[in-house]
């Protein structure tokens, strides 16, 4: 299977650090990416390769993937770091199936 | 800077098909390294991948859509097509074109359209 399953939500308090996990069969043999999406926006690349960030990226954010799972970190969440996050990878087949999406909230 | 924009009718009757172009300027379609990509997402839903495609045709299809979706590129005019037919309410959502690219040995959806929303109704 593709699928790839996401917690829908967590909350974070300000300065605090959150874990976001992605879980997938496909996570096992291919890398995984993550985005993030602000209301009315496109999404942006934040981790690529399970555990790169892209430049322009703050270094609070970072990856890692074990197994079939896959996490974003956010070390000291600031205000603008609350969206919908999206974790994205391939499978044997080629296609290119996205997570369910968590909602990050910061408090 | 590489910019993509996404062009078509945002209002779509049911049965009908859903045609949509992504221009892309700052950079050439033709460009050997890179895939050219279709991603929607549903008012209030998560992003759904439907399709890949190469400067040459080559092509990859979300199963789920298969049957109704084809993807297209016109290299002179530097855009790629969507066209999705007998399209119900549940195709309506914010469609995204995106170039998927390499970053070192890691393939990424890197740029993004700004999305338009196409809304399937009578």
């Known amino acids: 299977s593709s699928e790839l399953t996401q917690d829908p939500a967590v909350s974070v308090a300000l300065g605090q650090t959150v874990r976001i996990t992605c879980q997938g069969d496909s996570l096992r043999s291919f890398h995984v990416s993550w985005y993030q999406q602000k209301p009315g926006q496109a999404p942006i690349l934040v981790i690529y390769?399970?555990?790169n960030r892209p430049s322009g990226i703050p270094d609070r954010f970072s990856g890692s993937s074990s197994g079939d799972t896959s996490s974003l970190t956010i070390t000291g969440a600031q205000g603008e770091d609350e969206g919908d996050y999206y974790c994205?990878?391939?499978?044997?087949?080629?296609?290119?199936?996205f997570g369910t999406g968590t909602k990050v909230t910061v408090l | 800077q590489l910019q993509l924009q996404e062009s078509g009718p945002g209002l779509v009757k049911p049965s009908a098909t859903l045609s949509l172009t992504c221009t892309v300027s700052g950079g050439s379609i033709s460009s050997s390294k890179y895939y050219w990509a279709w991603i929607r997402q549903p008012p209030g839903k998560g992003l759904e991948w439907i399709a890949n495609i190469y400067h040459s045709g080559t092509t990859n299809y979300n199963p789920s859509l298969r049957n109704r979706v084809t993807v297209s590129v016109d290299t002179p005019k530097n855009q790629f097509s969507l066209k999705l037919t007998s399209v119900t309410a549940t195709d309506t959502a914010v469609y995204y074109c995106?170039?998927?690219?390499?970053?070192?040995?890691?393939?990424?959806?890197?740029?993004w359209g700004q999305g338009m929303l196409v809304s399937v109704s009578s």
């Open positions: 390769g399970n555990d």
């Open positions: 994205n990878s391939r499978d044997s087949s080629g296609n290119h199936p």
């Open positions: 995106a170039r998927w690219g390499p970053s070192g040995p890691y393939w990424n959806f890197d740029y």
